[in-house]
């Protein structure tokens, strides 16, 4: 399990280790971003790295995406890039976007801008701006709010962002409450770097979070999600997600997830299911590397596996508490959401299974399990089983250690058969590149039992070297033919 750092990775960094990392990547990235600078100026138009690069150069991460604010309006962008960029695109010229390659580097170039949102509309109304300084203004977060004009390398911060970055720290260029009513937006994405780069956010920005919450739901679906998925796949989801549900936020995006809160009963029974989930979150992502890599779908499992539970929660009266089919119901209700935050069907599909299987070893006892039972789990299961393997092994929190001891190897065990019985059957459907009567064919021979011989002379052969052509297995079985004819 991943404990979260006492200090966030960002904080604690002096300026100068910070200027230190800055230099190092901007030299990195100079070939590319010096050149493209130089075209806009003999333009007359101003280019700076901005946001995403210049924050993370800091923090010593590298980025293959390169994000620019210009003076230069989409038109003229397209045609200062034609001749230089490997390919260009419209991101969405509403937005003033134009997207590039340039060898394995993306590149986003937007005209500065000081957008606002209608009071009640969903998008944010897009107007052009005509300075550096202006466009800065407008962004989330300082530490986003930096900029490094080119090709001659000044460094824009009117906002203190090195110093919040520094200190590991989220704060909003003016006041929050300005900024969240622009673009309510910011307040998922002050959760989704809380995670990517476990910064705190300031208390000023907090209060707003947990003032307007309710605003986000002006918000489309679409750009909800996005944040979700990268506080989700963020390095620390466990201090994004509680900073949703602590704000109120999470009431709106993802109200399953604080439902989990449940009370505990009267006999403190049973354990806190938000909290259990949040550490089999962390507990599946420590097995990630089963899956090559950090993944969407095995996350996603883990914080919805449980959101059945506070609708089939039932006391019978013994001092025990069920939650009979919450599987079924988890799956049902985790559907809904992920339709109504507009997630793929493959991901949703993918999600809603594993919810729904996620109890189902525990039947499997101590290894009771017939080989057609274990042959169905695996059916059952079908793209998702390496998944499933990791949500039910982290989905063991208890603190008695021989109970999770017997767990894991119960289900070592299950997989250990898994892997025998796959091994047994691709074995048992093999079968000869000839049949027996292409074989009596070949020999011109009738039914009998050279028939049998000769055919497990070819299944032999078949298991000796693999998968062969009829041709080739043709030449083998004359030759094993006319030799059997000498000895025999
Ligand atoms: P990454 O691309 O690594 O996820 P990023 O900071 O580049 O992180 P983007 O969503 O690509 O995030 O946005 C690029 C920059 O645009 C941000 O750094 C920020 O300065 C600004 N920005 C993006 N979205 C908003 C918003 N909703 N409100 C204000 N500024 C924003
Ligand atoms: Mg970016």
Redo the contacts with the bound molecule.
Sequence with gaps: MSDAPATPPGAGRSIRDVQESAARELARMSPVVDELGRRFTEAGEGLAL????V??AMLGRS?H?L?FATSARPETTERLLAGWADATWDMGRAFGTIGARKGDWQV?I?TYRSDTYAADSRK?EVAYGDTLEGDLG????TV??MAVTLPDHRFEDPFGGVVDLAHGELRTPGRPED?FS??P??MM?AA??AS?LGFRVDPAVRRAMTDMAERIRIVSAERVRDELV?LVMGAHPREGLTLLVETGLAEHVLPELPALALERDEHHRHKDVYEHTLTVLEQSIDLEHRLGGPDLVSRLAALMHDVGKPRTRRFPGDGTVTFHHHDVVGAKLTRTRMRALRFSNDVTDAVASLVELHLRFHGYGSGEWTDSAVRRYVRDAGDQLARLHVLTRADCTTRNRRKADRLRRAYDDLEARIDTLAEEEELAAIRPALDGNQIMAVLGIGPGRDVGDAYRFLLEARMDRGPMAPEEAETLLREWWSTRGRSG
């Design positions: 901005v946001g995403g690069p924050r993370d980025h995406d994000d986003e937007t944010p407008r962004r989330d977060f986003n709010a900024s622009d673009d937006l910011r994405r989704r770097f990517q990268k």
